[in-house]
């Protein structure tokens, strides 16, 4: 059987060395790893196995939370079938979860480091304590970045903060790219025209990994656990 081709995306925090590599294939296949950069250092985390949206998706500042969208494909249960999630690298565990209901919206930004900007509907999960979500409007003379507290009042930001809400691209997409490349699943840092390499990822199998803030007991076959977007996963 022909060993899979992967792909390595990188998300940069502003804030510190902090890193987090999303780890492509099979092509639905995701694993979430946190790079520390100052020391090489890496938490291999979840896994995931389905699409994720990268446009969409967005580091935290301090590294600390990830905003991902994602497509499911169940249009019928509380997901909607695409959602967007906030969660804590390097887990894929929902710490809040916004349906979308359809891949033509989705995802969200940071705009700090506890402020995020994300389309959808409610929070069905609730428990991105410390996080406050912006709404984003249409963008007036009054408020030309369209983001409003939930009070209803304009959101304070400054410039720095409103391009990187309104940017097409993630800018912790683009951070530290030119200081590194990937290769065939590989991590390399730029040497002058040389790459050093850091690290190989090529040689990963899907594996369970349960996020230490996942607070739902372990599924038993006398006590199921509540529902979460990723027990519709296969295990294998």
């Known amino acids: 059987m022909t060993a899979p ?19 492509q294939g099979p092509s639905k296949h995701y694993r979430m790893i946190l ?24 580091l935290s500042p301090d590294g600390q939370h990830f ?5 499911n494909g169940h249009w019928s249960d509380q997901s909607e079938g695409a959602y967007s999630v906030i ?7 929902a710490l809040s979860l916004f349906p979308e209901g359809s891949t033509w919206g989705g995802g969200g930004r940071f705009v700090d ?10 929070d069905l999960i609730g428990r991105g304590e410390g996080l406050f979500p912006l709404a984003q409007k249409k963008r007036t ?4 970045t369209g983001l409003y507290q939930r009070d209803g009042k304009p959101a304070k930001v400054t410039q720095e903060q409103a391009a990187r809400v309104l940017s097409p691209i993630a800018v912790s997409r683009d951070l530290a790219l030119d200081r590194y490349d990937t290769l065939g699943g590989k991590l390399y840092r730029r040497n002058g025209d040389d790459l050093d390499l850091i690290r190989d990822f090529t040689d990963m199998e899907f594996e369970r990994v349960r996020a230490p803030y996942d607070w739902r007991e372990e ?3 006398d006590a199921p656990t509540p529902w979460h977007p990723l027990d519709s996963e296969p295990t294998k």
């Open 67 to 71: 905003i991902y969208f994602t497509l």
């Open 141 to 144: 003379k009054i408020n030309p």
């Open 113 to 122: 480091n506890k402020r995020f900007a994300v389309t959808g509907g409610k």
């Open 5 to 23: 081709y992967v792909r390595l995306h990188l998300f940069f925090a502003s804030d510190n060395d902090r890193a987090l590599i999303l780890r």
């Open 87 to 93: 969660s804590r690298p390097p887990y894929f565990t």
């Open 35 to 58: 790079w520390h950069r100052d020391t090489d250092t890496f938490e291999d985390g979840q896994w995931i196995k389905q699409r994720v949206y990268l446009d969409w998706c967005d």
């Open 219 to 221: 599924k038993t076959d």
